[in-house]
């Protein structure tokens, strides 16, 4: 995990049977103010991670040695933002390109990571967040929270193309992922209320939307959302993470919506509130039988543990 106020990496130790956080040890990366952020894994340099330095304009390639809690990460490479693009926020990795959402000049960065020189930057509006591809169209989409709006990128022409998010169904796209047949995207909502919506990406760029209907999730402000990993047994369905990152009449939930399986119905919702409230809850990730959820103003990781575990 990242902790962006001192960029620190935290190496959290599980138990290999029951998936329980057993120790926890931070290390720093960097200076205390670069601001570490994203954090993904790399399948071309296997055993090492992609970072973000936010404040100081710095991708990086990390070991974090995750075979010891004790052993300290290490910066095996720095790439410095091009172009003038500043506010490296969210990474991720597609072949030889990382896709970055750089919050602080309102762009998306699509840069070569075997030779940095060659790069795209996209203007995007306020502010971009997270970037994934289309499973089927190849599109890159991009959330943005401020506008509350969609951009669609075509990497193969460079176009493109806001998809505003209808009034109706809600503001503030944020948690945005790549799933079964197309991208998935979580609304937040405003300060005053959640809408508890998420949606699907088809590969025409048309949106399904659905909404929670248990009482608790009718006004969930919905900040992240995960799949199961590969090889879980469990029936088809979505992790969603509300928060209360902006507002305090909202509640911190982990949730769990099953679908049929064409992807297209939801058969129901499950509901588990995080042991702190407003801990402005921030990140989610599904284990094989258990989920980890951050709980960001407490500093603490929480964890669901699926019944017979």
């Known amino acids: 995990m990242s902790q962006m106020s001192n960029s620190r990496l935290v190496k ?6 029951t998936e329980q956080v057993t120790a926890a040890k931070a290390f720093p990366l960097g200076s205390s103010d670069a601001m570490l952020h994203g954090l993904t894994v790399s399948s071309r340099h296997p ?6 330095h936010e404040s100081a304009d710095r991708l990086l390639l990390v070991d974090p040695r995750a075979d010891s809690l004790e052993a300290t990460p290490c910066i095996e490479r720095e790439i410095a933002v091009p172009g003038g693009g500043r506010g490296p926020h969210y990474v991720n990795e597609y072949g030889d390109t990382l896709w970055v959402t750089l919050k602080g000049s309102d762009q998306v960065l699509a840069l070569d990571h075997t030779r940095p020189g060659r790069h795209r930057l996209f203007d995007a509006e306020p502010h ?3 970037a994934a591809q289309h499973p089927v169209s190849g599109d890159f989409y991009v959330s943005q929270d401020t506008a509350s709006s969609l951009l669609r990128i075509d990497p193969r022409t460079g176009r493109t193309s806001q998809i505003p998010v209808p ?3 809600g503001s503030t796209p944020v948690g945005l992922i790549g799933g079964p047949g197309g991208i998935w ?3 937040l ?3 005053k209320a959640g809408t508890g919506t998420f949606g699907r990406i088809d590969a025409e760029g048309r949106i399904l939307w659905h909404r929670l209907n248990h009482p608790l999730g009718r006004a969930a402000s919905l900040l992240h959302l995960a799949f199961d990993p590969p090889g879980t047994t469990r029936e088809p369905g979505l992790w969603l993470l509300a928060s209360t990152i ?3 009449q909202a ?6 919506v099953r679908f049929d399986p064409s992807w297209a119905r939801v058969t129901g919702e499950e509901y588990a509130a995080l042991p702190t409230q407003l801990c402005k809850a921030h990140r989610l990730l599904p284990l094989e039988n258990s989920v980890l959820a951050t709980e960001l103003t407490g500093a603490r990781v929480a964890q669901l543990i699926s019944a017979g575990h």
């Open 167 to 169: 009034v109706e169904q």
């Open 128 to 130: 971009p967040i997270f």
């Open 185 to 187: 995207v979580v609304l």
């Open 251 to 256: 509640r911190d939930l982990i949730i769990r």
């Open 47 to 52: 055993g090492r991670i992609w970072a973000t």
């Open 246 to 248: 902006v507002s305090e």
């Open 189 to 191: 909502g405003t300060a």
């Open 12 to 17: 959290l130790q599980l138990d290999s049977r």
